[in-house]
């Protein structure tokens, strides 16, 4: 398909995004061969390898219908309504082997997320986001999370979850032989090296910081394929900037009007670049030749499900609030 960029610069993008990917899953992988070799050497590593692995291949696996009961999501049947002839005309753009199936979410809150593999996958969007949005910015909201299903992103931040709450659970381990090491110095006796203990403790931070420099870098690609697939950088960028609006206001109206009371989160601890970046990136394709734009109409939006504001009220279910 014709694209935004050439052929070079596609190329050198998706190899420096590999690139980027490898490094960080190797880091993240030698920190916890590290992490498990100073507990069980040799023995230790081949059954924490044997164990990520096993999570990562049965992962994706799980029904989507699954992860979507627990947010009470409906599955909006394919039909002639404009939002299902988007998700067909994505889904042959992108060249995915069966288009997703789409969910509604009865939620106040704006976010869209994609669930399962290239060839059985779902995205799920909020009410909140539908009808805070202009139908032309869920489309490019919508190419975004299909991008991350064609680029299989899903199963690789699966893969980088799994290996760094595997290392979570090491740092309670830590804590145990801490508290071995104390009981052990009163006899004289210090059974595991106090460098291994503090390695085991801090290696959970580690891990979480490539885990979220992988994010981070997983969606810069993802916004560069959804302007492809979209025609619409723009749009995208119109996107970005609402939802940056929105969320902003939200969490603002929690704090006490005071001058200066946003704090701006340091991105070393975001999950997602700064928008500011991402829109910067995005104009900087604008006007360039690629596919035609998707023809949408703009058009007031109503409930799909059926809810109304109070339905979408927050619920308390385990493990704590949920919308």
């Known amino acids: 398909m014709s694209l935004l960029l050439d052929a070079e610069q596609l190329r050198q993008h998706r190899q420096r995004n590999l690139m980027h990917s490898i490094l960080l899953i190797g880091g993240m992988g030698a920190i916890l061969t590290l992490a498990t070799s100073l507990l069980w050497g040799l023995s230790g590593i081949a059954v924490s390898l044997i164990a990520v692995g096993s999570l990562v291949l049965f992962a994706p696996s799980i029904p989507a219908a699954a992860v979507m009961r627990l947010y009470r ?16 005309e994505l889904a042959i753009r992108a060249e995915l082997p069966s288009r997703p199936d789409l969910y509604m979410i009865p939620s106040a809150t704006l976010n869209a997320f994609a669930t399962g593999t290239p060839s059985k996958s779902s995205i799920a969007i909020t009410e909140g986001l539908l009808r ?4 032309r910015e869920i489309t490019t909201v919508l190419a975004h999370e299909m991008s991350h299903i064609r680029n299989n992103d899903l199963w690789l931040m699966n893969m980088a979850d799994v290996m760094t709450r595997f290392v ?41 910081l490539l885990q979220l420099g992988l994010s981070r ?11 492809m697939l979209t025609g619409d950088p723009m749009g995208l960028a119109s996107a970005l900037s609402r939802l940056e609006r929105y969320q902003g206001q939200f969490w603002e109206d929690l704090a006490y009007p005071v001058p200066a009371r946003r704090v701006p989160q340091p991105s070393l601890l975001r999950t997602h670049p700064p928008t500011e970046e991402r829109i910067a990136r ?22 799909m499900l059926g809810y109304g504001p109070i339905a979408m009220r927050p619920r ?8």
Not at 217 to 227: C, K
Not at 283 to 302: C, K, N, T, Y
Not at 316 to 323: A, I, Q
């Open 132 to 135: 805070r949005l202009t139908m």
């Open 168 to 208: 979570q659970s090491l740092s309670y381990v830590a804590l145990a032989l801490a508290i071995l090491n104390v009981l052990g110095m009163m006899t004289g006796d210090a059974p595991v090296s106090w460098w291994a203990v503090l390695l085991l403790y801090f290696a959970p931070a580690f891990s979480s």
């Open 73 to 88: 999501a409906r599955r909006v049947e394919p039909g002639d309504d404009q939002l299902s002839r988007i998700v067909d």
């Open 282 to 303: 995005l104009h900087e394709l604008s006007g360039r030749a690629g596919l035609p734009q998707i023809a949408v109409i703009d058009e007031p939006m109503v409930s």
């Open 316 to 323: 308390y279910r385990f493990p704590g609030l949920w919308y």
């Open 217 to 227: 870098a997983r969606e810069f690609d993802a916004d560069l394929e959804a302007a």
